[in-house]
């Protein structure tokens, strides 16, 4: 019995243990194992955000005011960077280039450099935007700028540019023939055409001179800028077409003054020619070269009396801009007084921001700046008409002004066709 008990008990014993399960063995905080430092997951480190890029569109800048403009807005900016795309200089290629490119809806050129007479044409296409809310947002406002370059980037009561640099014409002058009483007169800009005329009558012949007064009435666009100055705009159309009528025919300007253009001009008065001469201001720069039987200190220039018609090129967005906020900073620096001082003493161009009119460094990087006459011109520009089909509406102005002039046409059917083609 004590034989069966003793296994009986023994039996128990070993399933108790089989059957009973060990407790898992756990780790106290201060056994568990660390993780090396260099096994642990550490945040990787932010790579700075790439820049967003600008396109610039712009005819070809032999000066260095180009280059200088963008590395300083770049090196100005953390969130763009504008890139140069360069057209060439011809502006009927580049023009060409910029509709294939915008008629088809393409967003490869964020900012845009324009000829003034391209303004209306590609805003009535819609092909750039409208700046003036954006100018209300930065406190610019139209007078801060070139009047005649505004002008020219206005169409259906709706600013789309503002101006890159404006060129302008001028009056210059024989300074050295012409009277301190009447040189003053010229440089205020309070003097009429028929002023002038008497001018050109009273100092014919003077100095070594053959005529008085040169300008452009060739059958070519220079056509149109004359017309626009002589008729204040075309809002004196018929008495303006008149005055100029006058002029050719009165035997004080060059008996083939129908066929002069800007260098036939600018050829005349370097030649001691002429008294008078109606040109742009690279005729400045013409005189100061070699050849020039006229010195500089022999010259004054002035405004016109009726207004100087604006030319030179103008900034725009393109509507289908997807950088439009870094488009209109980029169009805001250029325009505005750091951009328009680099473009004056760097490249030479004239300011189209009118405050740096008064500039030392301005006036220093620019002769002409240094004469108050040239500097009553720049407050005074006009523009020539703004129209979405301008080549068609400057054709049909110089043909019949031409007309006139020559005497195959008559006044009257002269404005009436003017008048027509500028509705």
């Known amino acids: 019995m004590k034989k069966w008990l003793s296994i009986l008990v023994a039996m128990v014993m070993i399933l108790s243990v089989g059957c009973s399960?060990?407790?898992?063995?756990?780790?106290?905080?201060?056994?568990?194992?660390?993780?090396?430092?260099?096994?642990?997951?550490?945040?990787?480190?932010?790579?700075?955000?790439?820049?967003?890029?600008?396109?610039?569109?712009?005819?070809?800048?032999?000066?260095?005011?180009?280059?200088?403009?963008?590395?300083?807005?770049?090196?100005?900016?953390?969130?763009?960077?504008?890139?140069?795309?360069?057209?060439?200089?011809?502006?009927?290629?580049?023009?060409?280039q910029l509709i294939t490119s915008l008629s088809s809806g393409s967003s490869e050129y964020d900012v845009m450099s324009l000829d003034v007479v391209w303004a209306g044409e590609f805003a009535a296409a819609g092909y750039i935007e409208a700046l003036d809310m954006l100018m209300d947002e930065a406190g610019l406002k139209i007078e801060d700028f070139n009047a005649g370059s505004m002008a020219s980037g206005s169409y259906q009561g709706k600013q789309y540019t503002l101006p890159y640099f404006p060129d302008l014409g001028l009056l210059y002058y024989r300074s050295d023939i012409v009277s301190e009483e009447d040189a003053a007169k010229l440089e205020s800009g309070n003097y009429t055409y028929d002023d002038l005329y008497a001018m050109m009558e009273k100092y014919k012949g003077q100095g070594g001179t053959e005529t008085a007064f040169t300008f452009q009435s060739k059958q070519y666009e220079g056509l149109t800028c004359n017309a626009t100055e002589f008729t204040g705009a075309f809002q004196d159309l018929k008495a303006g077409l008149e005055t100029m009528k006058k002029f050719t025919d009165s035997g004080l300007t060059p008996t083939d003054i129908l066929n002069y253009d800007?260098?036939?001009?600018?050829?005349?008065?370097?030649?001691?020619?002429?008294?008078?001469?109606?040109?742009?201001?690279?005729?400045?720069?013409?005189?100061?070269?070699?050849?020039?039987?006229?010195?500089?200190?022999?010259?004054?220039?002035?405004?016109?009396?009726?207004?100087?018609?604006?030319?030179?090129?103008?900034?725009?967005?393109n509507k289908n801009s997807k950088n439009k906020e870094g488009a209109w900073e980029f169009v805001k620096f250029v325009a505005g007084p750091e951009g328009q001082k680099i473009n004056s003493t760097k490249g030479g161009y004239l300011p189209g921001y009118n405050a740096l009119l008064e500039d030392e460094e301005v006036i220093a990087a620019n002769e002409l700046l240094q004469s108050e006459g040239f500097k009553k011109a720049l407050t005074s520009t006009i523009a020539r008409p703004v129209s979405a089909e301008y080549s068609k509406l400057s054709d049909t102005i110089q043909v019949n002004v031409h007309k006139y002039l020559s005497g195959s046409q008559d006044i009257d059917t002269t404005v009436a066709a003017i008048e027509e083609v500028l509705k």
Do not use: C
């Open 21 to 96: 399960k060990a407790p898992a063995t756990q780790e106290t905080p201060a056994e568990q194992k660390e993780t090396p430092a260099e096994q642990q997951e550490t945040p990787a480190a932010e790579a700075p955000a790439e820049k967003i890029k600008i396109s610039f569109a712009v005819q070809a800048d032999s000066t260095p005011a180009l280059e200088t403009l963008v590395s300083t807005f770049n090196g100005s900016q953390d969130k763009y960077t504008v890139e140069i795309v360069e057209f060439t200089n011809d502006s009927s290629q580049m023009h060409d």
């Open 262 to 317: 800007e260098g036939s001009t600018d050829s005349n008065f370097k030649e001691g020619k002429a008294v008078f001469s109606r040109n742009w201001p690279y005729q400045y720069g013409v005189i100061k070269g070699e050849g020039s039987k006229v010195k500089p200190e022999q010259i004054g220039v002035a405004p016109l009396p009726k207004g100087n018609v604006v030319g030179g090129w103008l900034l725009s967005i």
